[in-house]
């Protein structure tokens, strides 16, 4: 059986060959358990599960794109700031890859601390009138989890409407009736790939992994955070979580509401959305720092976020700044990482101390003692659980959302980022960078020198498998 696979494997699948081999390797060495893996994590998406009727067309938003295309490629598009000038390939590369439209933000708050984040949802949750759309991976059936789901159902039944779409396998944990009252109350929630036996989802890959809320058209969140008590500190073996999370507000909004009704009717046939002026209020300010909101998935054939990743980082001449929680980059972020440093950009990379996944930690730490070798610096946080997952390039770009650094972001999950040009908000988000620095200890050449070889054998075992982590 094991071979048959393996041939497989190597003929139908048509995956890389770094995967491929890991594959082949864990059905040899530990055949049984190997084949169980691979029906769980290894199999291809079946995309027919998400290929369902359009049911919402925004031809205002597609108009605008094309019209912004044409202008950014004849050089036509009007009040570009300088720092979006600069970054025009990757404008361009978003755009026609994933339709993002360069959008601007009339006021951009950052978040890295989960009570301070939640605090501020939910006044805005109080505040709406009109309606409250919601997409987590993670929620949680606790104190957070509970107080969230009585604020929606208190606004479904003042007439709000409020649609919240959750992964089923993230929140695996949740009481089959938790959303009933939401429900009940004229709210509506949904899973996203459900199982098909209640409690039994083999399909372990191919998660929803984004993580927005959006309130009236007008304010939107996008980052890191789930829903769960961990994610405000409360539980006891993450310690303090350290993540990173935007709200915004002005026409970028109007971006993650189109991505929220497409994942939303992918997801729902039975209740689709549909178009309405309501859900994209037309904004009177267009000043503000200029943005992208990008999204990835095994839907589409391209790693789009991660070739996003690739075009901050060769762009780089000053510096790059980089926090994931899971490090597992594939050969061309290696190399692009590697490249600038020698080149002699300031390249620093800060990763979580303790790991909530001791393999995937491993495997992390595998990658960074190689770039250590090529003056990379690399920082360990200890103030708690580092979650968040941001780039900054050259103190003018940076980008954050849901999608971390490693293999399964990039190829295997539906992700979804911001991608901020302006100097003013890079400079910001730069400063917490630093701020966390102070928090961290840095791995050196002697840090690893001094590991163990058992330490070392760990790693490199994870090094060996980290195509399928």
Same mark, same amino acid.
């Given at each position: 059986?094991? $071979?048959?696979?393996?041939?497989?494997?190597?003929?139908?699948?048509?995956?890389?060959?770094?995967?491929?081999?890991?594959?082949?390797?864990?059905?040899?060495?530990?055949?049984?358990?190997?084949?169980?893996?691979?029906?769980?994590?290894?199999?291809?998406?079946?995309?027919?599960?998400?290929?369902?009727?359009?049911?919402?067309?925004?031809?205002?938003?597609?108009?605008?794109?094309?019209?912004?295309?044409?202008?950014?490629?004849?050089?036509?598009?009007?009040?570009?700031?300088?720092?979006?000038?600069?970054?025009?390939?990757?404008?361009?590369?978003?755009?026609?890859?994933?339709?993002?439209?360069?959008?601007?933000?009339?006021?951009?708050?950052?978040?890295?601390?989960?009570?301070?984040?939640?605090?501020?949802?939910?006044?805005?949750?109080?505040?709406?009138?009109?309606?409250?759309?919601?997409?987590?991976?993670?929620?949680?059936?606790?104190?957070?989890?509970?107080?969230?789901?009585?604020?929606?159902?208190?606004?479904?039944?003042?007439?709000?409407?409020?649609?919240?779409?959750?992964?089923?396998?993230?929140?695996?944990?949740?009481?089959?009736?938790?959303?009933?009252?939401?429900?009940?109350?004229?709210?509506?929630?949904?899973?996203?790939?459900?199982?098909?036996?209640?409690?039994?989802?083999?399909?372990?890959?191919?998660?929803?992994?984004?993580?927005?809320?959006?309130?009236?058209?007008?304010?939107?969140?996008?980052?890191?955070?789930?829903?769960?008590?961990?994610?405000?500190?409360?539980?006891?073996?993450?310690?303090?979580?350290?993540?990173?999370?935007?709200? $915004?507000?002005?026409?970028?909004?109007?971006?993650?509401?189109?991505?929220?009704?497409?994942?939303?009717?992918?997801?729902?046939?039975?209740?689709?959305?549909?178009?309405?002026?309501?859900?994209?209020?037309?904004?009177?300010?267009?000043?503000?720092?200029?943005?992208?909101?990008?999204?990835?998935?095994?839907?589409?054939?391209?790693?789009?976020?991660?070739?996003?990743?690739?075009?901050?980082?060769?762009?780089?001449?000053?510096?790059?700044?980089?926090?994931?929680?899971?490090?597992?980059?594939?050969?061309?972020?290696?190399?692009?990482?590697?490249?600038?440093?020698?080149?002699?950009?300031?390249?620093?990379?800060?990763?979580?101390?303790?790991?909530?996944?001791?393999?995937?930690?491993?495997?992390?730490?595998?990658?960074?003692?190689?770039?250590?070798?090529?003056?990379?610096?690399?920082?360990?946080?200890?103030?708690?659980?580092?979650?968040?997952?941001?780039?900054?390039?050259?103190?003018?770009?940076?980008?954050?959302?849901?999608?971390?650094?490693?293999?399964?972001?990039?190829?295997?999950?539906?992700?979804?980022?911001?991608?901020?040009?302006?100097?003013?908000?890079?400079?910001?988000?730069?400063?917490?960078?630093?701020?966390?620095?102070?928090?961290?200890?840095?791995?050196?050449?002697?840090?690893?020198?001094?590991?163990?070889?058992?330490?070392?054998?760990?790693?490199?075992?994870?090094?060996?498998?980290?195509?399928?982590?």
């Amino acid at each position: 059986m094991n $071979v048959v696979l393996a041939f497989f494997i190597l003929f139908y699948e048509r995956k890389s060959a770094s995967s491929a081999w890991a594959w082949i390797l864990i059905l040899f060495f530990i055949p049984v358990a190997g084949f169980i893996l691979y029906l769980l994590f290894g199999k291809r998406f079946n995309q027919k599960r998400l290929q369902r009727p359009a049911a919402y067309e925004n031809s205002d938003f597609t108009e605008m794109v094309d019209h912004q295309l044409t202008q950014l490629k004849t050089d036509n598009l009007r009040n570009l700031s300088p720092v979006a000038k600069e970054m025009k390939d990757i404008i361009q590369m978003n755009m026609v890859r994933t339709g993002a439209p360069l959008s601007t933000a009339s006021d951009v708050v950052i978040y890295n601390d989960g009570a301070r984040k939640f605090e501020a949802l939910f006044e805005d949750i109080r505040q709406a009138q009109d309606h409250i759309h919601l997409q987590y991976f993670i929620v949680k059936n606790d104190d957070l989890g509970n107080r969230l789901l009585a604020l929606l159902t208190e606004k479904a039944r003042q007439g709000v409407k409020v649609l919240f779409l959750y992964d089923d396998l993230g929140s695996r944990n949740l009481p089959k009736k938790f959303f009933d009252e939401l429900n009940e109350a004229g709210g509506r929630a949904t899973a996203f790939l459900p199982a098909i036996l209640a409690g039994i989802n083999p399909r372990l890959n191919h998660r929803n992994h984004r993580k927005l809320v959006v309130v009236d058209g007008v304010i939107g969140y996008i980052g890191g955070f789930n829903i769960g008590d961990e994610y405000v500190g409360k539980k006891i073996e993450f310690g303090y979580w350290r993540d990173t999370h935007l709200r $915004v507000e002005g026409e970028i909004v109007h971006s993650l509401q189109n991505r929220f009704f497409i994942d939303w009717n992918q997801a729902d046939d039975k209740y689709p959305m549909k178009y309405g002026e309501n859900y994209f209020p037309k904004m009177e300010s267009k000043e503000g720092p200029a943005m992208q909101i990008v999204e990835s998935g095994p839907l589409v054939s391209h790693e789009d976020i991660k070739n996003g990743f690739l075009k901050m980082i060769y762009h780089a001449r000053k510096s790059v700044y980089l926090q994931t929680p899971y490090f597992i980059p594939d050969k061309s972020i290696m190399d692009a990482l590697k490249t600038a440093a020698l080149s002699g950009v300031d390249v620093q990379i800060m990763v979580p101390h303790e790991a909530d996944h001791i393999f995937v930690h491993s495997a992390t730490l595998s990658f960074v003692r190689e770039l250590v070798q090529d003056g990379v610096r690399v920082f360990k946080y200890k103030n708690g659980f580092l979650h968040a997952k941001t780039l900054i390039v050259d103190e003018k770009a940076y980008t954050v959302g849901s999608a971390n650094m490693d293999i399964r972001s990039f190829a295997l999950n539906f992700e979804l980022n911001a991608f901020v040009y302006d100097v003013d908000a890079t400079l910001e988000m730069t400063n917490v960078f630093f701020q966390d620095k102070k928090l961290s200890v840095e791995m050196t050449k002697e840090t690893f020198k001094n590991q163990s070889l058992l330490e070392r054998a760990k790693q490199d075992i994870a090094k060996l498998v980290s195509p399928i982590l």
